[in-house]
């Protein structure tokens, strides 16, 4: 089987290669992401896999399909770059890595808010140029505050865990709720209920028409002044705009994010030279309540090596016709 593997770093090349002890499995590695004006470097391949950024559309699937691709395999969990319907009707099988290690990015969530809530961010640069005042730098014990957790998956739940572990009060919403989050001594609630009584709210949903805009001036103000919003989801769940207005108004006191909606054009890459054309996330690096870090949440050494399994067992599973529940196409 051969393979195209799109938007590769060298720290992806580096794991997959050391995991594919598998000698039929060729892995070709393309720094690129995958587009409309990328797809044509499929040709001569049989599958190809793809992470978050890669546009899947119905376009790219179709000329996929011309070129005799038959699978796609994300190293990603979130699938909402891809069409499956398309997929499906093409009969192109798409994977991806559901449970890599929900503990990576849930561990990323508690940084951000750390980093928020004890303002280290500042507090580096203060002690780098000798100033060791406190002014400003005051926080709040995490100890008996309210966190209200959307989504309690397998990432909401082991943020959960920490969570009550520093002695949060666990406020929950999900359209599946999950038995952990009692046992945890959580409780479910309605989302206006969470909003209204949550110090922080950290999302862990899917990106979804129902889910898109989740964060934005109507739910924004039902929340208590002051909240601390953590995204390590998907960018599209928060309105940057109003998230922006709420930051301005004191509505919201801090904001956390390793996503971003238009990330696409961004994360990932080295723009340090670059003018960046995108006002709304300039304007919000500006705000010292505000963090972002570039979709790095999944980013440990466990997650690589547990991908790059995963990544290689789909396209085997595929290869062999094995049935697999990491299979989404059947969702369609
Ligand atoms: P999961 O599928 O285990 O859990 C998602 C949960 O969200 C489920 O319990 C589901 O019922 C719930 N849900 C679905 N629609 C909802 C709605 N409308 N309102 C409330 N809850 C809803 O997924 P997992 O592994 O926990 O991942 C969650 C998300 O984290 C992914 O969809 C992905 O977007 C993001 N992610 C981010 C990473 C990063 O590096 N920052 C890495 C991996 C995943």
Do not use: W
């Amino acid at each position: 089987m051969k393979v195209a593997v799109f938007s590769s770093k060298p720290y992806d090349e580096h794991t997959l290669n050391k995991e594919n002890y598998c000698n039929d499995i060729q892995l070709s590695f393309f720094e690129s992401r995958l587009s409309k004006e990328t797809v044509s470097l499929t040709k001569g391949f049989n599958a190809i896999s793809c992470f978050v950024n890669d546009k899947i559309n119905k376009e790219v699937l179709h000329q996929l399909h011309e070129n005799h691709i038959t699978v796609i395999a994300l190293r990603c969990t979130g699938f909402n770059n891809v069409d499956l319907e398309v997929a499906n009707q093409l009969g192109i099988r798409v994977y991806h890595v559901p449970d890599y290690s929900p503990e990576s990015v849930a561990e990323h969530a508690v940084a951000l808010i750390m980093t928020l809530n004890r303002k280290t961010h500042r507090a580096y640069h203060r002690v780098k140029e000798s100033n060791f005042s406190l002014e400003g730098l005051m926080g709040f014990n995490l100890s008996g505050k309210t966190v209200g957790c959307i989504g309690t998956g397998r990432i909401g739940i082991a943020f959960s865990k920490i969570m009550t572990g520093f002695g949060c009060e666990l406020l929950c919403y999900d359209v599946e709720p999950n038995h952990e989050v009692i046992d945890l001594g959580g409780q479910y609630v309605e989302l206006d209920t969470l909003y209204k009584k949550a110090d922080i709210i950290s999302l862990h949903c899917p990106l979804t028409n129902d889910t898109n805009h989740l964060i934005n001036h109507s739910s924004l103000s039902k929340m208590r002044d002051g909240v601390m919003i953590i995204n390590t989801s998907r960018g599209g769940l928060v309105n940057a705009q109003e998230a922006i207005d709420a930051l301005y108004s004191g509505k919201i006191g801090y904001l956390g994010l390793d996503v971003y909606e238009q990330e696409g054009e961004l994360f990932f890459e080295d723009m340090s030279g670059k003018i960046i054309q995108d006002s709304v996330f300039q304007l919000m690096l500006t705000f010292p309540n505000v963090v972002v870090t570039g979709h790095q949440g999944y980013f440990t050494d466990t997650a690589l090596s547990h991908i790059a399994q995963t990544t290689l067992e789909n396209l085997s599973d595929h290869k062999n016709n094995k049935p697999s529940n990491r299979q989404l196409t059947h969702l369609t």
